[in-house]
């Protein structure tokens, strides 16, 4: 993927099991967005700092100002709204794991990825080992509430 806009939801979640660094050693190469709809929802000090403010100013994701104002559906918050319009608007992959906002954003014909599918391109790409990623997987269900079918669990491990 050569751009990607991120929701709040997907930082979050490697920030609370301690992996933004994974995050974004999978999206390396690729420009990284994010909204301010979605910079004003962080409340993570290693995300926000991870925030350039300009080429010169801050980290590996850029900020972009989204007018969200006439883009939006009843269910849609402010940052998932930014999240689609901005990738729309670059032509990037959204990345969001919100169900409604997945929704959302294929209704407008944007690409979507989640938070699984880049821990399974993190194990594609040896970015983590098997072991290390169901330590991985098993700290979302822990200290960010992830829910995840058998399934799709074994899907993000390569089975």
Request: with cysteine; hydrophobic share 50%.
């Amino acid at each position: 993927m050569k751009e990607a806009v991120l929701d709040n939801s997907v930082i979050s979640a490697f920030v609370k099991i301690g992996r933004l660094g994974l995050l974004r050693d999978v999206l390396k190469g690729a420009r990284v967005y994010v909204a301010d709809t979605v910079y004003r929802e962080m409340i993570f000090p290693e995300a926000l700092c991870a925030v350039s403010f300009g080429p010169k100013f801050g980290g590996w994701m850029i900020l972009e100002k989204v007018d969200v104002s006439d883009f939006g559906s009843p269910g849609i918050g402010a940052g998932e709204a930014g999240t689609v319009k901005l990738a729309k608007e670059k032509n990037a992959v959204a990345v969001l794991d919100d169900l409604s906002g997945r929704k959302f954003a294929a209704k407008h014909g944007v690409a979507i990825v989640g938070t699984l599918a880049l821990l399974r391109l993190a194990l594609d790409r040896s970015l983590v080992s098997e072991e290390e990623l169901v330590v991985v997987l098993q700290d979302l269900e822990r200290k960010d509430s992830f829910r995840m079918s058998r399934e799709l669990m074994d899907w993000v491990l390569g089975k």
